[in-house]
């Protein structure tokens, strides 16, 4: 009731100010005066009589014979233009019976053919108790309760994968790995904290991505995905035999209708020099992704063919340059946080270590960015250098 009781007011509000500036304009509009026409003829014909009759002088006759005769002339002006007038007043009558009726009737009509008018309302907290049609419901749902409870690890638990698949990787990343410390490892929660790792690193199986699958692994024997992903950092590492050896052992166990198989097919080929089916890309490309400094397609394209020393040696170059960028412009928060994971990634822990402690120079460690630096820090395992562990 309430809501028709709104939609009436709301209606009201638009008409009448819809409706004002036709009201005035049939208060400015005048109706013409045809009678005037008749008066002022009658006058003309008295003037004759009265100048006839000897009543009033041929020189008076003529001056007040004329001043009528310009009233005529307007009055009949009048007349001419009393067809415009009426036709905009009834043009402005129909406008205001328009705004009265038909629009609102028309609104009723469109909302109960496309509304849902028989719906209950749902306040916030119902919508929450009920998130199921409405991802994002189901996340202010988690993180309203979290806000309040940062320790409950079945809320770090749930909304983990719902990071990760709406895009919000580096949430993801810290989610799953709130879910590990306090609920204990899982295959599902390790293998999620493993791949948000890689997506971070853009496809690089990073030594933090490996060590959860690793762990991964002895809680659940041959899980395809953590087999998956150890054979590509192996490959990564220019490790071609191990990783043949690992993609074959895949496959071995898998069954023919896998769907993961034609990406292992694929590695096996390109470690064995032989053209891939798919397009899709290999992991030496996104291992020049992952790389800092912005690489172009042209770069991308040229890693693919590049042998595992020089991808190597073009991904490092990178690094190196984004560490000069960074070394002019220090003031670059992500800049320090891509360095110090890059560093990590490419196993140059005390480069990794420096960076980290340029870092904390220009964002000291009781900033908030500092705070997350050494947060990173820690999830690397990482000291500023001269400091011992």
């Known amino acids: 009731m309430l809501f028709w009781i709104l939609v009436a007011i709301l209606t009201a509000a638009v008409a009448v100010v819809l409706l004002l500036p036709l009201l005035r ?36 006759a003529e001056f007040a014979r004329a001043e009528v005769a310009r ?45 849902s008018p028989d719906t209950p309302d749902a306040p916030l907290s119902a919508r929450l108790a009920n998130p199921d049609a409405d991802p994002n419901i189901l996340i202010a749902q988690a993180e309203q309760k979290l806000a309040q409870n940062p320790e409950d690890g079945a809320g770090w638990d749930v ?69 998956f992903y150890l054979a590509l950092a192996l490959k990564q590492e220019g490790k071609k035999d191990l990783a043949l050896a690992a993609f074959d052992q895949l496959v071995a166990r898998s ?3 896998a769907p993961w198989l034609p990406l292992v097919n694929d590695h096996i080929a ?4 032989e053209p891939t089916t798919t397009d899709s890309g290999t992991a030496d490309t996104q291992a020049v992704e992952a790389a800092p400094g912005n690489p172009t397609s042209d770069d991308i394209a040229a890693a693919a063919t590049m042998a595992d020393g020089d991808r190597r040696a073009m991904i490092e170059g990178m690094v190196d340059s984004l560490s000069a960028k960074l070394a002019a412009e220090p003031a670059n928060f992500e800049g320090w946080m891509r360095l110090v994971r890059s560093y990590a990634v490419l196993d140059q822990k005390d480069k990794a270590a420096d960076a980290l402690k340029q870092g904390l120079a220009a964002f000291p460690a009781d900033s908030e960015q500092g705070k997350q630096l050494l947060a990173l820090a820690d999830e690397l395992d990482l000291k500023p250098s001269g400091e011992t562990p």
């Open 25 to 60: 304009a049939n208060a400015r509009a005048e109706a013409p005066r045809s009678h005037d026409v008749e008066v002022y003829r009658d006058q003309l014909d008295e003037l004759t009589r009265d100048e006839k009759a000897g009543l009033i002088s041929g020189e008076d």
């Open 71 to 115: 009233r005529l002339i307007a009055a009949n002006d009048a007349v001419k233009a009393s067809t415009g007038q009426v036709s905009s007043m009834r043009a402005n009558r129909l406008a205001q019976l328009c705004v009265i009726i038909l629009l609102p009737l028309l609104g009723l009509c469109l909302y109960l053919t496309t509304g």
């Open 159 to 227: 909304l983990a994968p719902i990071y990760y698949r709406t895009g919000r990787i580096e949430d993801a990343a810290v989610a799953f790995d709130r879910a590990v410390r306090l609920l204990g490892p899982t295959p599902a929660r390790l293998g999620g904290y493993a791949e948000s790792l890689i997506a971070l690193s853009g496809g690089l199986v990073t030594t933090e991505a490996q060590t959860a699958l690793q762990k991964s692994l002895i809680l659940e024997p041959n899980d395809p995905r953590a087999e």
């Open 255 to 257: 069954p023919q209708d």
């Open 270 to 273: 390109s470690l064995k020099g």
